[in-house]
């Protein structure tokens, strides 16, 4: 501990510390613009500037190490004239006129302004209007006035990419984005191009984000003082007036998020704490308001959809249930409270009907903190692009490991992960798990597998002793061995996942809907493809499923509702209600409630089930032939809602994963005659899909991949052929 | 072994030799071209926005193609007094191109350097890299012209 | 063996082979003698030999015959022949091809009389003109490396920094930090890695010192930095040079492979424990990397940004370990206050400013070229006694020193003695030593606004002030040389101009201004004329002058008019010309075609009320 003075007050600090920070800890405020938590400073905005006894020069408080006995000085007159002077030169690349427009407060009252700014550059068509850091300081340094002539750079705004928009015509080049997307994200999107006056923020070569490598995680968005970067879908929201801590669904990790309220609305989610990805920061604002969601219940009448009050409809559910005892089949979502989850499987088990959740029941899970990976370990990646689906996670992963761990993939697709890792072994597709097997029980490795012996012993080398963890796309590895030093953790299952493996289930979703028995079914957050036909339909959702029901329950979404749920390392979240539920929809657990009501069944004791399991299922053996020449990788997708891809509902996540197309190689794809976006027929055994088909070299020659989907009812790989769509 | 190859390899795949990577790059290739900088940024593991940022930082990379012959004129102080400003604005005016662009029919382009440390000679005029001291407004025609008849050999 | 045979010989003729002479066809110059010799029959009596830079470089070609040091220069491949026959073969020296300081006076056969060497004082540059810079051998000969010898195997590292600190010497590359303080606090920073950096960045436009050793002398520096590398504890050293410098690469590259075979690179250097390797490492073109965190980020393969002090690099330096950096003509100084003592290298210079200083001598000066002097000498002396005054009989009006850093100082500080105090005192500063001298036709306005361009530019772009603050200096001195500025404007230039001084983060931006600030306060009524009269006294500035032809001389020759670019000119043979001022683009080739017996063309630059 050291003692310094920050103008005549004694404080005390630790080592290391900047001025700055203990500064603002002493509750002395000193303006900054550059100045971000967590990343290296930068001390280029020159706000910050104090002048330290002895010193001849005022420094940059951020980048100053306090040193015992310092005797800093933080509001001279020098410092508020430079401070000032700095401000301005700012200002002068930086649309200005309203900023110290002397009516500004005023002017908040009208729509236009009498002054001659030009629409694009007044604070009111600004998105940061009320929340800009410039608007702070210029009250703060009392700025009237720019002495300096005033350049407009006229740069065209960049539109062109999902989720966020760039207008670097306010940028003020403090380099915060930057160091977020290169320190905090590791991305490296983002850097300072040119130099001098022609300096400016950017990707290469001025690239859309989209080509650039972006992953979407707005993290630059988040630390933009000014309007420059801005999220698309809550430009025009305002300002925050509350926030409401709360758990993001969209994946097994639930990371902690902020739900930003404005008028009683939803307007945007940022991260609590620490970082988040793509789903959380611009997904759910997005789907709360989409406009395919219901917010009504819809009974079929006739030929017709009406809609109707919640008491018809609960009644027409309490009747049917009752009508089809012993003949309902549940399909859920885990993606709701861990009570909604108990309620239904009492509901089921008061029914007698078979209950599932879309989900890989047959994993190997051994849960560990996904913060907290140990040092010295190897991360293995199977079948997983962590950097475009669990980009925190593998931030986690890079930052504990730095030069102890090393991250190795095996995946027959060249994944994002499998570009930057420092080992990349590419089996041929569905050898992966021969691989992952044989790495552990040792043993040469077959020239089917497709691995040079080299990569391999390497591989086998560096995960021979010390703590693994092996990370997994769930539907890949049924029934591994595995020594206990390798924690497992399948990403791409839901969140709940624990929580369901916990309750046990009768039977896989495959099965309840291949199950003849069933002619009722009621789905809650599952839209599957349907086979054949049912006598009743109900279901329980946010968004229309692509079959006819009979009725519609709308389902309020997770910013709507309070609870619980359980993410993958087995921790508990909360989820805390930020808004009304939409219209009439009403939570989940309120549904199922008022039906067990109507039911007169007692929801609220616990069930566990057995697992019914019979024998371990068996990797089906996928080979190729001359009727279905190509290797179809199907792949779990992480970019799923309440059993709706993120996708479908939302363009953004279409153009940046392409996860609703077919990716076939692109020699296979020349060979086929297919064009980039071109419909494709996809037939196999088991199936006959139409899709766009998405032309790439990150698949293997003579291979295919989906991604998987309730949708389109397909699970695990298989042989398939693809023939080209005339038009 | 591509010639990409090559010069990584020199430079023993450093990311802290980028610098010099680059100077090899553009001496190979008289520019820094897209996909080579692609290429150098994967084999690297180093983000391509990094990489565009040295090369539009450091004046002496180009990030366009380059004509045949380059005419780099100084514009160090002992040249701005003895009137490199009006050597400089007589050859954009004979090439007919700015500082820093370079002629449709891709024979020359012109460059500015802030000092060579010649200046005994001043103002220069170096055009492939001999140097071309005392240089006048008059003197510039016949200077080019000597390249451009090299054109027609 | 070179030694040796040199002595076998009757004359040398030494041919300078700087990057001055050499543009100037010496290597034409050095072939047509060796023909020429061979054909008198001579090549058993004399030898050619290339040397390194003279510093003359403006006269160029230089022949020196050694042993009597005749001084020749400006040679044509035509004069050779003469030559030869005439003081080779005849031995009669030429007078023609010696030097003359002005038409008044005789030619002055030796180098030693000639003002630009009699009064220079050679520390840094004293193996000037007398050895090959790719043989080592020859540096040995003039007991090089007898200094590392000496600082291995008779003194302790203490001893070193002591023996430099006693000497006073002074950071040769800017502000002037005194070296054996800086190699000392490198010495006590905790960490085993250390480095050392010989900055040779040298951006300074109008400054070639640097180079200048680097190519001719490059194992002083290398013996410097061992030196300096042996007191400090680094292991490691670094040689950065700007990208516009390939010849001084190659020979230091040469000099480096050399210096490692004769065992004075690398692992146990002179059978001691001592190891010690160098790397050159090119600059890409950023006068910022002169700074030194900027050019330690460009050494680590960074953008050359700076970043804020402290730390300081003999804290955290170079991959965040103790670095010391020190410039080409500082690491120069080091073997030679090894050798003969702190004592006597602190007999030289001034009570503050110790030993000796290059300058290079440019711009409108008679005797353009590099000068060793030591410090505390005066500008007149430089410009007058060295420099041999103004070509032309124009006017000195002013001398820049110190580069974009730097100010213009004026006449009256004539007998200003050079020291770091003196000229930053002066509002300027030693910088790494440029000295461009201005005459009646340089506009001081033109010049502040080449500077402020300059700067801006070459700004990194981090601060505002500097990014910004420049450009909005250059906003307004454009506005002044176009005659639109108004007379607020010269305040406003002073007000700006002190805070980007202070709000900059690194030496560039706070020294930007020196140009415009000295400018004002020494020139003021130029940029009045410039603003109330709308008058440009130079006739430099575009918007102010205009060419116009001189109906009582002009004999309508068409040279002008033939020559025009713009067809500005009309008039027939034999007739009276007269420019369009619409659409005559100011280009001054009419000037410069005009024949001198009728100078009919003149430019102007009238008040305008």
Redesign the interface.
């Known amino acids: 501990m050291m003692t310094l003075t920050i103008n005549k007050k004694k404080v005390r600090a630790k080592k290391g510390e900047t001025v700055l920070e203990v500064a603002q800890r002493e509750g002395i405020y000193v303006p900054k613009l550059c100045y971000l938590k967590g990343v290296t400073?930068?001390?280029?905005?020159?706000l910050c500037?104090v002048k330290v006894k002895g010193w001849e020069?005022?420094?940059?408080s951020c980048?100053?190490?306090v040193e015992d006995g310092m005797v800093v000085e933080t509001e001279t007159p020098?410092l508020k004239?430079?401070r000032r002077?700095?401000?301005q030169?700012?200002l002068?690349?930086h649309p200005h006129a309203c900023l110290v427009c002397e009516k500004r407060i005023e002017c908040a009252d009208y729509q236009e302004c009498i002054q001659k700014t030009a629409i694009t550059s007044g604070c009111k068509f600004c998105a940061r209007n009320g929340n800009c850091e410039l608007q702070e300081l210029i009250d703060y340094l009392k700025i009237e006035e720019i002495?300096?002539?005033f350049k407009y750079r006229n740069m065209e705004i960049e539109k062109c990419d999902p989720f966020f928009e760039r207008d670097y015509n306010l940028c003020i080049?403090c380099g915060r984005c930057i160091r977020a997307c290169?320190e905090i994200r590791e991305?490296?999107?983002?850097?300072?191009?040119?130099?001098?006056?022609?300096?400016m923020v950017?990707?290469?070569?001025g690239l859309p984000h989209l080509e650039?490598?972006c992953q979407f995680c707005g993290a630059c968005v988040d630390v933009c003082p000014t309007g420059a970067l801005r999220e698309r879908y809550s430009k025009w929201e305002g300002v925050p007036e509350k926030s409401v801590q709360s758990t993001c669904l969209l994946c097994n990790i639930g990371c902690s998020i902020d739900l930003k309220i404005n008028d009683k609305k939803l307007i945007n989610t940022t991260p609590t704490h620490e970082q988040i990805c793509v789903r959380g920061r611009f997904g759910i604002a997005p789907l709360v308001y989409h406009p395919k969601r219901i917010t009504q219940p819809l009974l079929k009448k006739g030929d017709r959809l009406v809609q109707v009050e919640w008491k018809e409809a609960l009644a027409y559910v309490a009747e049917t249930l009752k009508a089809y005892t012993g003949k309902t089949g549940i399909l859920f979502t885990p993606q709701m409270p861990v009570k909604a989850i108990d309620s239904i499987y009492a509901l089921a088990r008061h029914l007698k009907s078979t209950i599932a959740a879309p989900l890989a029941l047959d994993a190997v899970v051994r849960p560990f903190d996904v913060k907290k990976f140990e040092r010295g370990s190897v991360i293995l990646i199977v079948n997983t692009d962590m950097v475009s689906d669990f980009a925190p996670v593998l931030l986690h992963a890079r930052k504990h490991s730095k030069m102890q761990h090393r991250i190795i993939v095996i995946d027959a697709v060249k994944s994002r992960v499998a570009?930057?890792a420092d080992l990349w072994l590419q089996p041929r597709p569905g050898k992966e798990s021969d691989l992952v097997r044989t790495l552990f029980a040792g043993g040469r490795i077959g020239k089917s597998v497709g691995v040079s012996q080299e990569d391999y012993t390497s591989c086998r080398d560096a995960v021979k002793e010390g703590p693994v963890y092996l990370l997994f796309n769930a539907d890949n590895m049924k029934g591994m061995k595995l020594p206990k030093r390798v924690s497992v953790l399948p990403l791409a299952s839901s969140i709940n996942t624990l929580k369901i493996l916990e309750m046990g289930t009768d039977d896989s979703a495959e099965r309840v809907l291949k199950d003849k028995s069933v002619d009722c079914l009621y789905t809650i957050g599952v839209a599957p493809r349907l086979d054949r036909k049912y006598k009743r339909l109900i279901v329980q959702d946010s968004f229309p499923p692509s079959f006819d029901f009979d009725l519609f329950l709308p389902a309020a979404s997770f910013v709507e509702i309070d609870g619980t749920v359980v993410n993958i390392n087995g921790k508990i979240k909360r989820l805390h209600k930020a808004t009304e539920p939409l219209g009439n929809s009403r939570p989940d657990l309120w549904i199922i409630k008022e039906i067990g009501k109507a039911l007169n069944c007692d929801l609220t004791k616990r069930t566990i089930r057995r697992k019914r399991r019979g024998k371990k299922s068996q990797l089906r053996k996928i080979t190729v032939t001359k009727k279905y020449p190509l290797y179809l990788i199907v792949r779990k997708n992480s970019f799923v809602y309440r059993g709706h891809m993120l996708s479908a509902l939302m363009k953004g996540f279409e153009r940046l994963r392409y996860d609703n197309r077919i990716w076939i190689n692109s020699a296979t794809a020349r060979k086929l005659k297919i064009a980039d976006g071109a419909d494709v027929r996809v037939i196999g055994q088991a199936i006959d899909l139409t899709l766009p088909a998405r032309i790439t070299d990150h698949v293997p020659p003579d291979s295919a991949l989906i991604y998987a989907h309730p949708s389109l009812a397909i699970s695990g790989d298989q042989s398939v052929r693809i023939e080209c769509i005339k038009s | 072994m591509s010639k990409i190859e090559k010069i990584l390899k020199d430079h023993h795949y450093k990311r802290s030799r980028i610098i010099q990577i680059l100077q090899h790059v553009q001496a190979e290739y008289k520019y820094l071209p897209k996909d080579i900088l692609e290429s150098v940024s994967q084999k690297l593991k180093m983000p391509l926005s990094t990489i565009y940022s040295i090369a539009t930082f450091y004046a002496a990379f180009s990030l366009t193609p380059r004509g045949k012959h380059l005419c780099t004129v100084c514009m160090g102080t002992a040249c701005h007094v003895r009137g490199a400003p009006d050597v400089l604005a007589r050859i954009e005016e004979k090439l007919g191109v700015e500082t820093g662009g370079t002629t449709d029919d891709k024979q020359f382009t012109l460059e500015t350097v802030n000092c060579l440390g010649a200046c005994a000679l001043a103002p220069i005029v170096v055009i492939d890299g001999t140097y071309h001291g005392q240089t006048t407004v008059n003197k510039v025609g016949g200077l080019l012209d000597k390249y451009h008849e090299k054109k027609g050999t | 063996m070179r030694k040796k045979a040199r002595k076998d010989f009757r004359l040398h003729l030494l041919v300078c082979a700087g990057t001055g002479c050499a543009a100037n066809g010496s290597f034409i110059i050095k072939d047509a003698l060796e023909k020429e010799i061979v054909k008198q029959g001579l090549e058993d009596e004399i030898a050619v030999i290339t040397t390194d830079c003279q510093g003359f470089c403006e006269r160029g070609p230089i022949v020196i015959v050694q042993p009597d040091g005749i001084f020749y220069h400006r040679i044509k491949k035509e004069d050779v022949p003469h030559l030869v026959e005439e003081h080779l073969f005849k031995g009669r020296p030429v007078k023609s091809m010696m030097f003359v300081p002005s038409p008044e006076e005789p030619a002055i056969p030796r180098l030693m009389d000639i003002g630009f060497f009699k009064h220079q004082r050679l520390i840094v540059l004293r193996h000037r003109g007398r050895l090959d810079p790719e043989n080592i051998e020859e540096y040995i000969g003039f007991e090089g490396y007898s200094s590392l010898e000496k600082a291995l195997t008779r003194m302790t590292p203490p001893e070193i920094i002591k023996e430099i600190k006693a000497s006073g010497l002074r950071g040769r590359g800017g502000a002037g930090f005194p070296t054996g303080v800086k190699w000392e606090l490198c010495r006590t920073s905790p960490g085993k890695k250390k480095y050392i950096v010989c900055n040779g960045d040298e951006g300074d436009p109008g400054a070639f010192m640097d180079r200048s050793v680097l190519e001719s002398d490059p194992h002083t520096v290398i013996e410097g930095m061992l030196i300096g590398a042996r007191a400090i504890g680094a292991h490691k050293g670094y040689i950065y040079v700007r990208s516009e410098y390939p010849l001084a690469v190659k020979k230091l590259l040469i000099a480096l492979r050399q210096a490692e075979e004769y065992g004075l690179l690398g692992e146990n250097i002179l059978g001691t424990n001592f190891s010690f390797t160098i790397d050159v490492v090119q600059g890409a073109g950023a006068f910022v990397c002169g700074e030194e965190t900027a050019l330690l980020a460009s050494i680590e393969g960074k953008v050359g940004r700076p970043r804020p002090r402290p730390p300081y690099p003999a804290e955290k330096g170079l991959w965040g370990r103790p670095t010391n950096i020190n410039n080409v003509e500082t690491w120069a100084n080091v073997p030679v206050i090894i050798a003969r003592g702190a004592l006597w290298f602190s007999s030289i210079g001034t009570k503050r400013s110790k030993g000796t200083k290059i300058f290079s001598l440019v711009g409108k000066i008679n005797n353009t070229g590099l000068v060793e002097v030591p410090m505390g000498i005066t500008l007149g002396q430089i410009i007058y006694d060295i420099g041999g005054g103004i070509p032309d009989g124009k006017e000195f009006k002013a001398v820049q020193t110190g580069g974009p850093s730097g100010g213009c100082i004026p006449r009256e500080l004539l007998d200003l003695p050079i020291d770091y105090e003196g000229l930053s005192k002066a509002g300027s500063m030693m910088g790494s030593g440029g000295m461009i001298v201005m005459d009646e036709d340089t506009c001081m306005v033109d010049v502040a606004r080449y500077f402020l361009n300059f700067t801006q530019e070459e700004s990194c772009g981090k601060c505002p002030s500097c990014r910004l603050g420049t450009k909005q200096m250059v906003h307004i001195l454009n506005r002044i040389c176009e005659g639109t500025g108004g007379e607020h404007d010269i305040a406003f230039l002073e007000e700006v101009g002190r805070s980007v001084k202070l709000a900059s983060l690194c030496g560039l931006g706070q020294t930007a201004s020196n140009p415009v600030l000295t400018t004002i306060k020494y020139f003021r009524e130029e940029y009045l004329a410039h603003i109330r009269e709308k008058r440009c006294p130079a006739l430099v500035c575009k918007s102010l002058i205009s060419y116009i032809i001189d109906p009582q001389t002009c004999s309508g020759c068409t040279v002008c008019a033939k020559n025009c670019p713009s067809a500005a000119i009309s008039g027939e043979a034999k007739k009276i010309h007269t420019i369009d001022q619409t659409k005559c683009t100011k280009c001054g080739i009419c000037l410069s075609v005009c024949p001198p017996k009728f100078k009919a063309v003149k430019k102007t630059s009238p008040a305008v009320q």
């Open positions: 400073p930068y001390g280029g905005c020159r500037l020069k005022p420094v940059t980048t100053l190490l020098l004239r430079l002077f700095s401000l030169l700012i002068s690349e002495p300096f002539s080049l290169q991305a490296g999107t983002l850097d300072f191009h040119h130099r001098g006056p022609e300096t950017g990707t290469a070569y650039s490598g570009e930057m």
